[in-house]
DNA sequence: GTCTATATACAGATAGAC
DNA sequence: GTCTATCTGTATATAGAC
C-alpha cells in the first residue's frame, strides 16, 4: 500500500476542483493540467487517458466513503445526525469528490453513476438498522440527497438555500423525530 | 401571444431530451439538429447561437412552473403532498424542463442556475402557508430536491432508488405529519 | 425557412526531446 | 517525470445557395 506521488494527487485535486466550480465541460484535460500546475504530458504520465483521470476519481470517492461509515459508526451523535450533518458541504475532501462525481455522472458517465448507486446503497445500509421503517430510511436519504443537490447547484460560493446553524439543528431534529425507532 | 412555430419547439424537446439522457457536453448544435430532424443552419434559423437555444429553455421553465403553481394551489389532497408526488418525475414536459435545466447549472451555466433558484423560491413561497415552520418548510423543499436529483441520475431509464407506489404514500404521509401546522 | 460548405477554435491523444 | 510540438476529430458559427 504506497503512497501515491504527490504530483498525482494534485491533479486530481485540481480535476475535482473544476468539475465542482466550472462543470463537466471545462474539466478538460488542459484546463486540469494548467490548473495543477504541470503540462499536458506532465499530466497523461499520471493519468494516460482521460478516462484513467476519471477512474482516479471514482477510487478515491470509494476510499474516502470508507473512512466516513468509520466515522459515522462511532459518531457520539448518532449515526443519522451526523449523516445529515456531514451532508451539508463542508468543503472536505468527501464532499468534493462526490459533488464532482456527481457532475460526471450527470455528464453520462456510466460508471460516476454506478459508483453514486452503490455509495447510496452503503449508505443505506449502515443508516438501516437505526430508523423505524422504510418510509424513514427514504427520508434520511432523501434530505440528504437533496442538501447534496443544492450544495452542488451553488458550488462552492456564496450562500445558498441550504440550512445552516439553528436552522439546520432544527431540521435534524425534525427529521430525528420522524425516522427514529 | 402567438404560437411558437413547431419547428422550434421539436428542437427545444431534442435538446431537452439530449442534456436529460447523454448530458452537456453530448448536447450540441450538431446533435440537437439532427435529433429534431433539422440542419444545423435550420436549426440556427430559429436559434442564432448556443446561447438562444438555451436562454429558449430557461424561458419553458419558467412558463410550465406558473403553470404548475396554479395546479398545485388548486389540489385536493393539498398543495405539500401535490408538489411531493409531482417531484416524482412522471416524463411529464415540467421534469424535463427542469432536469435539462439542471444539466446546464451544473455545467457552470449561470443564467441556468438563476432560474432553478428563482423557481425554487417561487415554490417555498406558494408552500409557506402550508406548512408549520421553516424547519417543515425546508424539510419538504429539500425531499423534493432529493427526488428530483435522484430522477436526475438515473436519467430516464429503469428503477432507481426512487420511491414508487405504496413506498412513496409512506413518504408522504410522514413528510406531511412532521410538516403540518 | 431550410440547406451545404466552410472558417476558426479547441478537445483528446501521440511522439519524442530533455 | 516532465516538457514541447503536432496530429486528428469535432464544436460553434458564418456565408450564401435554393
Known sequence: MSRPPRARESVLDAFERLLMDDGERAATMDATARAAGVSKGGLLY?????????????????DLVTADLEAMRSAPEGPVAFFLRTSVMDDDLLDRALIATSRLAQGG???????????????????????????????????????????????????????????????????EHAAHP
Open 46 to 62: 499520471h493519468f494516460s487517458s482521460k478516462d484513467a483521470l476519471e477512474a482516479g476519481l471514482l477510487s478515491r470517492v470509494e
Open 109 to 175: 458517465h456510466q460508471e460516476a453513476s454506478e459508483t453514486l448507486r452503490r455509495v447510496r446503497s452503503r449508505w443505506e445500509d449502515a443508516l438501516r438498522p437505526h430508523v423505524r421503517d422504510d418510509a424513514a430510511l427514504d427520508l434520511v436519504l432523501l434530505v440528504s440527497d437533496g442538501l447534496y443537490y443544492n450544495n452542488a447547484l451553488t458550488g462552492t460560493s456564496l450562500v445558498g438555500p441550504v440550512p445552516r446553524g439553528p436552522a439546520l439543528e432544527a431540521l435534524i431534529a425534525l427529521v
